[in-house]
């Protein structure tokens, strides 16, 4: 049964065995990649999600974090209402401490994508775990395309700016204003944005 399954998959995931932990995240994003409503039976977000954040933040194997980052993911994408639980069982400071301390690109890669998703829904949440500092820490590392996402995610955190939370993008504000100056015009678009949020934020909360 699909239950069963997915307690193999857990199992696998709780072990101190590095090869049944890749094995299993390796099935669980096969699954989740290709999910529909029925093949999800049986799985419980609530196992899942504490197992996969305790991954991300082992730095035992690169290729487990980066698989425990890519299931975040997938389970925000196949499985509706799933971000609020994302956010409850605390995955958003080790994305956010992948890309702090950079041991592996494609992990912090992963991480950034992931932290994006979330902040689709969450963006508050993201700002208040150090997200804005996190995304924009070593930005330059990534390919275009990533650091287009990266830019994104801040704009996302904009969405949600007041009074009371302004100071924990505060000091992000000069790499934000430099960043107008960049080659590419979607980054630009995209702080731009950022910053048209954040005056808006700021207008209504003080009006």
Not at 25 to 45: F, K, Q, R, W
Not at 144 to 167: E, F
């Amino acid at each position: 049964s699909s239950g069963g399954r997915f307690k193999g998959m857990l199992d696998g995931l709780k072990s101190n065995d590095l090869a049944k932990q890749t094995e299993s995240l390796n099935e669980l994003c096969e699954v989740l990649c290709m999910a529909t409503e029925e093949s999800l039976v049986g799985l419980s977000v609530e196992a899942l999600l504490p197992c996969l954040v305790t991954l991300v933040s082992s730095d035992s194997s690169a290729e487990v974090m980066l698989l425990a980052c890519r299931a975040i993911a997938y389970v925000l994408e196949s499985i509706p209402g799933s971000s609020a639980a994302v956010v409850h069982f605390g995955c958003i400071p080790p994305l956010c401490d992948k890309l702090m301390a950079i041991s592996y690109i494609d992990v912090a890669e992963q991480a950034l994508m992931t932290l994006y998703k979330i902040s689709q829904d969450h963006a508050l949440q993201v700002l208040r775990a150090g997200g804005m500092t996190a995304v924009l820490a070593y930005l330059d590392f990534f390919p275009l395309s990533v650091q287009r996402t990266g830019m994104a995610t801040v704009a996302n955190m904009c969405k949600r700016v007041s009074s009371d939370n302004v100071h924990l993008l505060r000091d992000s504000i000069p790499q934000l204003s430099a960043l107008l100056l960049s080659p590419d015009l979607k980054i630009v678009e995209h702080v731009c944005t950022a910053f048209c949020r954040l005056a808006s934020d700021l207008q209504a909360h003080t009006a």
